[in-house]
């Protein structure tokens, strides 16, 4: 079992940045590939970005130059560190932590969110 507790969202202006945060408590954050999604009002969620246990990311194509995403295994957190915001870049903003064993079992967990909110 592993629980996340999200942070760092709020009110920013068009431009601004900020950084949100996931602390992984409960199972060996290690192992776990990670990643930030986002909900819109109206809209499905989506994958913003990910990162691997080894450290691989992507992004989707909307953030990506915007958009970091970054992890520190030692301290069980993973990072988002969002510039150059945008209206359109305003959701909940949530954490997951996604692991398949070796022995094909699946393992998924989700954060309940941190609502960002980019205004004029």
């Known amino acids: 079992q592993v629980q996340l507790v999200e942070s760092g969202g709020g009110l920013v202006q068009p431009g601004g940045s900020l950084r949100l945060s996931c602390e992984a408590s409960?199972?060996?954050?290690?192992?776990?590939?990670m990643g930030w999604y986002r909900q819109a009002p109206g809209k499905q969620r989506e994958l913003v970005a990910f990162?691997?246990?080894?450290?691989?990311?992507r992004y989707a194509d909307s953030v990506k130059g915007r958009f970091t995403i970054s992890r520190d295994n030692a301290k069980s957190m993973v990072y988002l560190q969002m510039n150059s915001l945008k209206p359109d870049d305003t959701a909940v903003y949530l954490c997951?932590?996604?692991?398949?064993?070796?022995?094909?079992?699946?393992?998924?967990?989700w954060g309940q969110g941190t609502q960002v909110v980019v205004y004029s």
């Open positions: 990162i691997t246990s080894g450290g691989s990311t």
């Open positions: 997951n932590a996604h692991w398949l064993s070796g022995a094909g079992y699946e393992y998924d967990y």
């Open positions: 409960g199972s060996i954050f290690s192992r776990y590939d």
